[in-house]
């Protein structure tokens, strides 16, 4: 069947693929005056967007982050129901809500829950501090779980602590990211990914309900499966088992898993760039097991219950509760990476048995059967193979825009996996749809790439860095945190710039309990000249000699003097610091926390952006017109007065 241009001339599209994307991209069209056809293999439009008869969304569930986040906006101008849960993207309704069940069964109270997520922050600051060095001295890239291991050898945890992180790091990779920690990378797993405002959303009436609507009126052909695209010839060839079709463009939404398979043969083949980077990207799988019942026997008003009473790598870390959210009596277990996978091989009986003994361990011995339990097996359909994109081992965003680019003028790709500004989300493949209906027809008002959202990583390094600083207050007494934040509020850098001037008792507070308190006697090195820069001092108590290299006169400083925080602008080295007395004091940052604090206060950071620039004019007042030379890693006098202590 040939689709030919309208009357006005734009030209004919096939859509492959009636998922999120495809739909979105395919309404957009058609609204520009495009003759649109959608080719699905399926017998049902949505991909891996599902709600079974029972209401349950056995494919994408939640609005991740829903303020400003467009299918808000979407399902609201459809008048499609919807309420808002809370949460962080982690389908837990917020850790503080989180109902978590340990090893005796019972409700862990707020000090040990606090606990688990203390100890895994640790893990976590530590693991993204080396992923921020790999990154900035462009190491080769590892697996993110090679870096775990040795992080956790390290830590020397308890079995019951290390189950503790393990749990939290699975809900964070497993069932968030759904992958293996071994198939993701190290350095690029979440970096460039942006988030929403704060919180999920579900609707009432399931995604089915969006992607029916946006299916409404346009050109579906269910039941045909692509197998060819050939662009050789001047229009577009599209084969399917069902015969072929002809259009000016083509735009392929298929999910990166069904890529990577070579199903659907491409001729000519797609560029090597193209190919190396759906090779180089990786593909996860969440699987859903959904507990149907009569009536709820579990708490009413609780959303989710975290489970960690058995080996959290062989089991789920949240049981769902759509009573809360949805007033079904369902409890939905997710399960995700190998995990996952495995799943899908056991038996219905497996199946039964497997969920029998969490919710007896949850909820007790007399917990009754379920009448009906529903499944799903997202790596095993075919045109799936798997759930959502993630960032493999030598791969990063980068791969995800290269995946995005056109081939010539006629073949276009969509798909959540197509969106390096966030992948694996429905807003990602809505956003993804738009764009590409915007680039085939030339309208640039039907897509605006994101001008909101947060880097994810950054805001969960924000949380952390939080939460570290509330812990470290309650066990500073408060004369002691007076006498921090005098010291930081007299804080001066050598060149007479007050960092922390702008900043509030409250925000003194935060930053001054994060200091480690570190003492020195007389001759000790506190920094070596061209050492790495790694962390902010702020002299306590005492004083200490700082070395200059020569550009600068030798200084003694006291009380409040501020050294060594240039890391965020380059490669900082050190310079000389030395204790003069037996009475030194100092308090110690990394830098990787000082970064987290600096985000979530960025007053800081312009005053220190500031503080620069007026060391370049000093520097350039005390060398006058003298041209610098390119930096060394071994750096002259020159250079080691700019970077500092």
């Not at 000249?529 to 006169?553: K, L, M, N, S």
Request: hydrophobic letters at 40%.
């Amino acid at each position: 069947m040939s689709r030919k241009a309208d009357a006005n001339g734009s030209p004919s599209v096939i859509v492959v693929g009636a998922g999120m994307s495809g739909l979105a991209a395919a309404r957009a069209l058609r609204g520009s005056g495009h003759d649109v056809v959608v080719l699905e293999g399926r017998d049902r439009v949505g991909g891996r967007i599902r709600t079974d008869e029972h209401g349950v969304d056995l494919g994408a569930h939640w609005i991740h982050g829903t303020d400003g986040n467009p299918i808000t906006e979407l399902v609201e101008d459809l008048g499609i129901p919807y309420s808002y849960v809370g949460g962080d993207s982690a389908y837990t309704g917020g850790f503080d809500s989180l109902d978590l069940f340990g090893a005796d069964q019972r409700l862990a109270n707020h000090r040990h829950k606090s606990r688990t997520l203390q100890l895994a922050d640790e893990v976590l600051h530590e693991l993204e501090q080396r992923a921020a060095i790999a990154r900035k001295e462009q190491h080769p890239d590892i697996p993110l779980g090679e870096a775990l291991r040795q992080i956790l050898a390290e830590c020397r945890f308890s079995p019951e602590d290390e189950q503790a992180v393990r749990y939290h790091l699975n809900v964070l990779l497993r069932e968030d990211v759904a992958e293996d920690p071994d198939k993701l990378s190290l350095k690029f797993w979440e970096e460039g990914y942006l988030v929403y405002g704060y919180g999920d959303s579900v609707l009432h009436q399931g995604y089915q309900s969006v992607v029916d609507a946006l299916a409404e009126g346009l050109d579906v052909r269910l039941g045909h499966v692509v197998t060819r695209i050939d662009t050789t010839t001047g229009r577009v060839r599209v084969t399917t088992e069902r015969g072929g079709f002809d259009a000016d463009r083509v735009l392929v939404t298929v999910p990166l898993g069904v890529l990577k398979a070579e199903v659907v043969r491409f001729e000519p083949p797609l560029p090597e760039a193209k190919r190396s980077a759906i090779d180089r990207l990786g593909f996860g799988t969440l699987n859903k097991i959904a507990l149907h019942y009569r009536e709820p026997f579990w708490p009413r008003d609780q959303y989710v219950f975290g489970y960690l009473c058995r080996d959290t790598d062989r089991y789920p870390t949240v049981v769902i509760s759509m009573w809360k959210s949805h007033g079904k009596p369902v409890l939905v277990l997710l399960l995700g990476a190998s995990l996952g996978r495995e799943a899908e091989t056991w038996s219905d009986e497996d199946v039964a048995a497997y969920a029998g003994v969490i919710v007896e361990d949850l909820f007790g011995a007399d917990a009754p059967a379920p009448e009906h339990i529903s499944r799903t097996a997202w790596s095993a359909d075919p045109f799936a193979r798997g759930s959502y994109t993630c960032i493999g081992v030598g791969s990063s965003s980068k791969d995800i825009g290269t995946l995005a680019e056109p081939v010539g003028d006629r073949l276009f790709f969509a798909g959540e996996g197509t969106n390096p500004y966030h992948w694996g989300c429905v807003h990602s493949a809505y956003e993804s749809g738009l764009r590409e209906a915007a680039r085939i027809s030339g309208d640039t008002t039907l897509y605006t790439p994101p001008s909101a959202g947060t880097s994810r990583r950054q805001s969960r390094n924000t949380d952390r860095v939080l939460r570290f600083a509330r812990l470290r207050m309650t066990h500073i007494d408060e004369r002691d945190l007076a006498e921090r934040v005098a010291c930081l509020r007299e804080g001066v850098d050598p060149h007479g710039v007050r960092l922390f001037a702008s900043l509030t008792d409250s925000e003194l507070e935060t930053l001054a309990s994060m200091f480690d308190e570190i003492p020195f006697a007389a001759g000790d090195a506190i920094c070596r000249e061209d050492d790495a820069a790694h962390g902010v001092f702020i002299v306590a108590g005492g004083e200490v000699e700082v070395d200059f290299g020569g550009i600068y006169e030798r200084a003694v400083v006291g009380r409040g003097a501020v050294l060594g925080h240039y890391d965020l602008f380059f490669n900082a080295r050190t310079t000389s610091v030395t204790a003069l007395g037996d009475d030194v004091t100092l308090f110690y940052l990394d830098h990787y926390r000082y970064q987290s604090f600096l985000h979530a206060f960025p007053d800081v950071l312009m005053l220190m952006m500031s503080d620069l620039v007026t060391r370049w004019e000093q520097l350039e007042g005390t060398l006058g017109s003298t041209t610098l030379s390119a930096p060394r890693r071994k750096t002259g006098a020159a250079q080691v007065a700019l970077d500092g202590a």
